[in-house]
């Protein structure tokens, strides 16, 4: 058995990735340096209204160009353990600034 050296073994997952049609990683994942290169296009935020801003961003800045954020705002806010962080406006996700700012809602029945 031929044994793979860990810069093969990189790229053949990454080649995996990118011929992939759908990639699942956290908010934080799609940051990480394994994908640091690979591009976005469209961007599927679960739990979105449990998510601080700033986590989202991270997959937007990915390349997105069609966004959704999926979850329910009337429900558990983003966990946010800093007072100052929380004062500062990090508390509120993003799901909820672009409901009140009238981005309009589709719920499902």
């Known amino acids: 058995r031929k044994r793979v050296s860990k810069e093969e073994q990189y790229l053949q997952m990454m ?27 469209g961007v599927l935020v679960d739990e979105a209204a449990q998510a601080t801003e700033p986590a989202i961003l ?21 966990t946010v353990v800093s007072q100052d ?9 993003m799901f909820d600034r672009l409901v009140s700012q009238g981005v309009e809602v589709h719920t499902l029945d």
């Open 15 to 41: 080649d995996l990735v990118r011929k992939a049609d759908v990639v699942c990683a956290t908010a934080s994942g799609a940051g990480s340096e394994f994908l640091d290169r690979i591009q976005f296009p």
């Open 85 to 93: 962080a929380a004062q500062g406006g990090l508390s509120m996700s």
């Open 58 to 78: 991270v997959p937007l800045c990915k390349g997105a160009r069609q966004v959704a954020l999926v979850g329910d705002h009337k429900q558990l806010p983003p």
